[in-house]
T-cell receptor, first 118, second 113 residues
Framework: AQKITQTQPGMFVQEKEAVTLDCTYD???????LFWYKQPSSGEMIFLIY??????QNATEGRYSLNFQKARKSANLVISASQLGDSAMYFC???????????????FGQGTILTVHP | DAGITQSPRHKVTETGTPVTLRCHQT?????MYWYRQDPGHGLRLIHY???????DKGEVSDGYSVSRSKTEDFLLTLESATSSQTSVYFC????????????FGEGSWLTVV
């Protein structure tokens, strides 16, 4: 069964500094996707970045990058040059490819609350 | 923005009554998901669907049932609501797997008194 673990309930960072949010996963599938979402206090889920298990390069989207270490089964989110608007809950998620028994099941971690200080 | 709507957005109901939440999409996406979000638990998968009439259980499916009779609608039913089912419910849709396009609805706030 797939499992996602985010071990940091809360993180603090100074504005303009970089921060890494941890995510480890467990799966027996070879084909899967890893996602990061941001949920501000308003409640909507905002997609940040995606990494496929076969992607050679680490994914990047603007100030967001995903540090993908396949052998260690980790998919940490790095936010560079933090801004006050980055204060939010962040979720890591994994989805296995269809074809096995999971049929595209999408599982989330428990989340990390990030607070950016001025 | 993806065409995904949840209804009702807010509901207060009494213990023991049935409740149905609806997720409607206009994207013709194959995969649909229902999650609940509670403090300290993140988003937990209740049920999901990988096609019309094809559904499967998630990690917290007890007390919930779903139906998907057409591509655009995924219904979540609480047969007899309990106070432990007070939560925020999110629907999500996706075209492909593992894919990189998952859209979320705005959430439905359910209070069971």
């Amino acid at each position: 069964a797939q499992k996602i673990t985010q071990t940091q309930p809360g993180m603090f960072v100074q504005e303009k500094e970089a921060v890494t949010l941890d995510c480890t996963y467990d799966t027996s599938d070879q084909s899967y996707g890893l996602f990061w979402y941001k949920q501000p206090s308003s409640g909507e889920m905002i997609f940040l970045i995606y990494q496929g298990s076969y992607d050679e390069q680490n994914a990047t989207e603007g100030r967001y990058s995903l540090n993908f270490q396949k052998a260690r089964k980790s998919a940490n989110l790095v936010i560079s040059a933090s801004q006050l608007g980055d204060s939010a809950m962040y979720f890591c998620a994994m989805r296995e490819a269809a074809g096995g028994t999971s049929y595209g099941k999408l599982t989330f971690g428990q989340g990390t609350i990030l607070t950016v200080h001025p | 923005d993806a065409g995904i709507t949840q209804s009702p957005r807010h509901k207060v109901t009494e213990t023991g009554t049935p409740v149905t939440l609806r997720c409607h999409q206009t994207e013709n996406h194959r995969y649909m998901y229902w999650y609940r979000q509670d403090p300290g638990h993140g988003l937990r998968l209740i049920h999901y669907s990988y096609g019309v009439k094809d559904t499967d259980k998630g990690e917290v499916s007890d007390g919930y049932s779903v139906s998907r009779s057409k591509t655009e609608d995924f219904l979540l039913t609480l047969e007899s609501a309990t106070s432990s089912q007070t939560s925020v419910y999110f629907c999500a849709i996706s075209e492909s797997v593992p894919g990189n396009t998952i859209y979320f609805g705005e959430g439905s706030w359910l209070t069971v008194v």
